[in-house]
């Protein structure tokens, strides 16, 4: 296993210089990493709008509160007050779902280009996923960050079904005995694990680029 884990490292290092330095052609995976980086710029980009159009909204709040010299806020201002104190969580929970789908597509388009578009059905399925790796000679484990991945898509998870703690999610260090908990603010979990996710593709690119180059080498194989 630890000579395994130490070929597929060193090859991962060769096959990120030959993506970095090899402008001969049009490298598939060169393009989709890109495509990758720029969707997750996009996730801090809307996150970094959210956050203004936020203090954007409260400054408006409390300028109409004392604009109108109110000694306590109205009753039709509790809603407005209330909303934007959800603001984060929303934004939170959005960033997550959106992390995880690149993780997603990245997963389905990158076995796409080594084993067609048709061998790459289901594997939005994490069981599916994790078998077609097998069939590279690689457990999914081996690649980096890939118990955080994971925890991303227990995350996505529970927000998509009941926006609590899930029980997938309880077995994740950071979530134990918080089974059926509120998420809660979601924003400082999205900025650890965003890290992380694309140091796991990152992995996951150079090693299925090594595979995708060996079947043009050996077409018949």
């Known amino acids: 296993m630890l000579t395994a884990l130490a070929d597929f490292r060193s090859c991962c290092i060769q096959t990120r210089n030959d993506m970095t330095f090899n402008y001969q052609y049009r490298h598939p995976f060169l393009i989709l990493q890109r495509i990758a980086k720029y969707n997750l ?3 801090d980009h809307f996150l970094d709008l959210a956050g203004k159009a936020r203090s954007s909204r409260q400054e408006l709040l409390e300028n109409l509160v004392a604009s109108a010299k109110m000694s306590a806020v109205e009753d039709w201002l509790v809603d407005d007050f209330s909303q934007i104190d ?3 969580n929303l934004a939170g929970e959005f960033a997550v779902i959106g ?3 690149c993780v ?3 997963r389905k388009q ?3 280009i080594v084993l067609g578009k048709d061998a790459s059905r289901g594997v939005f399925k994490n069981k599916v996923f994790k078998k077609k790796m097998l069939q590279f000679g690689i457990h999914e484990e081996m690649l ?4 955080s991945v994971d925890e991303l898509r227990c995350l996505n998870n529970s927000i998509k079904h009941e926006r609590r703690v899930g029980n997938e999610l309880s077995n994740f260090r ?4 918080k089974l059926g908990n509120e998420l809660g603010d979601l924003l400082p979990h999205y900025m650890r694990l965003r890290p992380l996710a694309e140091r796991y593709l990152q992995d996951l690119t150079c090693f299925l680029c090594l595979c995708w180059k060996k079947k043009r080498s050996h077409p018949n194989n």
Do not use: G, N, V
């Open 86 to 88: 959800e603001f984060p």
């Open 174 to 177: 950071r979530w134990k005995r």
């Open 99 to 101: 992390l995880w789908r």
């Open 41 to 43: 710029d996009e996730i």
């Open 144 to 147: 980096r960050c890939a118990r």
């Open 110 to 112: 990158s076995i796409a």
């Open 104 to 106: 997603e597509l990245h």
